[in-house]
């Protein structure tokens, strides 16, 4: 279920790394996207979304609802390093709409600090599909 799926590897350290994207999805998606530190066996989670049909979810919460269909624009970042804050933040804007900010979300582990793996991963069961475009990764320090 986590095929197909598109991995990066920023070996971001220390700084804030921005992502931002464009994505459409279609009926029956599942896709995950994901920031992790994979600098050990066991791999911490930093930033993580899912969205589960049209539900836009973070924390098994649905926070907003995602047209089916249509392109949406994301905005992630978050602060790295050993001393990092520990969250990030989302902006998404709807086709028409004024972005909507979520801020200081919790990282799905406290042991992540470096972007070592950048991915969005279907995790669909039945045939669905989904596009991303747009993509940019950047890290300032």
């Given at each position: 279920p986590y095929n197909p799926h598109l991995v990066?590897?920023?070996n971001h350290s220390k700084g804030t790394t921005y992502s931002s994207f464009d994505m459409?999805?279609?009926?029956?998606?599942?896709?995950?996207?994901?920031w992790?530190?994979?600098r050990s066996t066991l791999y911490s989670v930093g930033p993580s979304f899912w969205i589960?049909?049209?539900?836009?979810?973070?924390?098994?919460?649905?926070?907003?609802?995602i047209p089916i269909g249509?392109?949406?624009?994301?905005a992630v970042s978050a602060d790295l390093g050993a001393d990092n804050s520990g969250t990030w933040n989302l902006i998404?804007?709807?086709?028409?709409?004024?972005?909507r900010r979520f801020e200081k979300l919790p990282n799905d582990n406290?042991?992540?600090e470096q972007l070592t793996w950048l991915g969005f991963v279907s995790n669909a069961t039945t045939k669905t599909v989904f596009y991303v475009d747009n993509l940019k990764i950047d890290n300032q320090q």
């Open positions: 990066y590897s920023p459409r999805v279609e009926e029956g998606v599942s896709v995950n996207y994901e992790r530190d994979w589960k049909g049209s539900q836009l979810q973070v924390h098994d919460k649905t926070i907003l609802e249509q392109w949406v624009h994301f998404v804007t709807l086709p028409g709409q004024e972005p406290k042991t992540f």
